[in-house]
């Protein structure tokens, strides 16, 4: 219910903001519906949408997975982490910007360097939250496992991957967001389709409308996915931590 | 001392350990075990009492493969499965109670497992998860995974400390009733010298760290001990054991006539 009013004051902050900046700087909401139902109607807006999406969902999956691996690895093996862990410190610091551009240099203006640029931002992120999860390992655990003999198979999935889902899911839900912030400037820069290829037409026209238009689209898509998707899986990973006695 | 025993037996856990040491921090290494020497025939259970840190955990974690790290044998020659139960239920709190029990014994029959529960009383537990448990159904659901994997090597680490005693009474009464419907080799470390002598065939007494072998002493059948005059014995004689030996008296074993 105050969900519902906080978004009603936005939507009427909105309005009343668009009615005193003026249409052209700020365009009201019903506007911005229009856009939407004309992008919509010529196809632009699944093209673009999907194209965006589609690079979301590689870079994501991408530095999950290698982040995941890289970070067992660097919180289980010593020498691994104290190899790695420059590296890291570098990749962490280094400006998205700064890996983009390089990624488009030394790769030219390829989807490949495209995703990689996003994936290797979303990266050192995911390694450092999966390397705490790895090093929090309830080592009584381990030596149960070990003790009664579980294959390693079984260990990885019964023992280790419960414990580090809480890190796995903070890093997944920290990655989305900032992998599809990511992914419209590496649009911006150097694709020809995609919602950020889309904003900066729209900036060059300085048509306010369809940037909104655009930007709130993909929101809603992206909250979808967390609403349907993310959170159902949070909720059925930690059914055993809310139900006590 | 265990070299009593008549060569040749077939079958048992022999058990050479001369030293086990930690290092310090300040560089110098602190011995835990010093020539541990004894052998448990197959299907026997031994108890090991001694004063609280004097290594009895890790004796038992050498015996279970959990530390190389020490200088001496560990020959079980019926190989085969470890069951173990910690200090603690060491259960997975993500998987519920079948599951934990299920993911250790992946073999054992819908019928084993139903006994097991049965006797434990865990069956109105089996689809709770272990944050849903209290203690003492925690520790029986340990109880339960250790006998599910029909181990040829059981072993026990205190594994009612912590429970009142009532409750204790009544799980060492269901132990005792799981190690004879199936006898298999059992080490226990307790300090409750009751416990010890209700359960086990042998009893060990450990001395305070390094941890020695001092006394061994053994126990006639479970069903004769109960009788009561036998328990005054075997308790007056480790009394006069851990005093002779230097040993500071465990609390139970100094109350004396505690049942």
């Known amino acids: 219910m105050l969900r519902l009013l906080s978004i009603a004051i936005l939507l009427g902050a909105w309005y009343a903001g668009s009615l005193m900046a003026g249409e052209r700087m700020l365009p009201g909401p019903a506007a911005v519906l229009a856009a939407i139902v004309e992008e919509a109607r010529s196809g632009a807006?699944?093209?673009?949408?999907?194209?965006?999406?589609?690079?979301?969902?590689?870079?994501?999956?991408?530095?999950?997975?290698?982040?995941?691996?890289?970070?067992?690895?660097?919180?289980?093996?010593?020498?691994?982490?104290?190899?790695?862990?420059?590296?890291?410190?570098?990749?962490?610091?280094?400006?998205?910007?700064?890996?983009?551009?390089?990624?488009?240099?030394?790769?030219?203006?390829?989807?490949?360097?495209?995703?990689?640029?996003v994936a290797v931002n979303k990266l050192p992120n995911t390694i450092v939250t999966v390397r705490e999860g790895a090093r929090a390992l309830d080592p009584a655990l381990d030596e149960m496992a070990r003790v009664f003999a579980m294959p390693a198979g079984k260990a990885i999935r019964h023992v280790v991957m419960p414990q580090i889902a809480p890190y796995f899911a903070a890093a997944a839900r920290s990655g989305l967001s900032l992998v599809w912030k990511i992914v419209l400037v590496v649009e911006l820069l150097g694709r020809p389709n995609g919602v950020g290829f889309e904003m900066?037409?729209?900036?060059?026209?300085?048509?306010?409308?369809?940037?909104?238009?655009?930007?709130?689209?993909?929101?809603?898509?992206?909250?979808?996915?967390?609403?349907?998707?993310?959170?159902?899986?949070?909720?059925?990973?930690?059914?055993?931590?809310?139900?006590t006695a | 001392m265990s070299d009593?025993?008549?060569?040749?037996?077939?079958?048992?856990?022999?058990?050479?350990?001369?030293?086990?040491?930690?290092?310090?921090?300040?560089?110098?290494?602190?011995?835990?075990?010093?020539?541990?020497?004894f052998t448990v025939p197959r299907g026997r259970v031994a108890a090991f009492v001694g004063p609280s840190g004097c290594g009895k955990t890790t004796m038992l974690r050498i015996i279970a493969g959990l530390d190389r790290a020490y200088e001496g044998t560990i020959v079980q020659e019926f190989g085969g499965r470890i069951g173990m139960v910690f200090q603690e239920p060491r259960l997975l709190p993500w998987r519920t109670v079948e599951?934990?029990?299920?993911?250790?014994?992946?073999?054992?029959?819908?019928?084993?497992?139903?006994?097991?529960?049965?006797?434990l009383e865990l069956a109105p537990h089996r689809a709770h998860y272990p944050g849903q448990l209290s203690l003492g159904l925690a520790r029986r659901v340990a109880l339960a995974r250790a006998f599910a994997v029909e181990a040829s090597l059981l072993i026990l680490d205190e594994p009612f400390v912590s429970l009142d005693d009532a409750l204790a009474a009544r799980l060492r009464g269901e132990l005792a009733k799981l190690i004879g419907s199936r006898p298999v080799t059992t080490l226990l470390v307790t300090h409750d010298v009751e416990e010890a002598i209700g359960l086990a065939d042998r009893l060990f007494l450990l001395s305070a760290g390094p941890a020695r072998i001092v006394a061994e002493l053994p126990i006639e059948r479970r069903d004769d001990v109960s009788a009561g005059s036998r328990v005054a014995a075997i308790k007056a004689e480790v009394a006069r054991l851990t005093s002779a030996a230097g040993v500071p008296a465990t609390e139970r074993s100094a109350a004396g006539g505690r049942s």
């Open chain 1, 45 to 117: 807006l699944a093209l673009h949408l999907s194209a965006t999406l589609a690079r979301v969902a590689l870079a994501f999956s991408l530095a999950m997975a290698l982040g995941t691996a890289l970070g067992l690895l660097m919180g289980r093996v010593k020498i691994a982490d104290k190899l790695g862990d420059p590296w890291l410190v570098v990749l962490l610091n280094l400006p998205a910007l700064v890996i983009i551009i390089l990624a488009y240099v030394w790769g030219g203006l390829t989807e490949a360097a495209a995703i990689a640029a």
């Open chain 2, 99 to 119: 599951e934990n029990v299920r993911l250790v014994a992946p073999d054992a029959s819908e019928a084993t497992l139903a006994r097991l529960f049965e006797t």
């Open chain 1, 200 to 243: 900066g037409v729209a900036f060059q026209l300085f048509d306010v409308t369809r940037i909104i238009a655009y930007a709130l689209v993909f929101v809603v898509v992206m909250l979808t996915i967390e609403t349907v998707l993310v959170q159902p899986l949070e909720r059925r990973a930690s059914r055993w931590r809310n139900r």
């Open chain 2, 4 to 37: 009593a025993r008549p060569a040749g037996e077939t079958g048992r856990l022999d058990v050479r350990i001369a030293r086990k040491s930690f290092p310090k921090p300040s560089g110098d290494r602190l011995e835990v075990l010093r020539d541990i020497a």
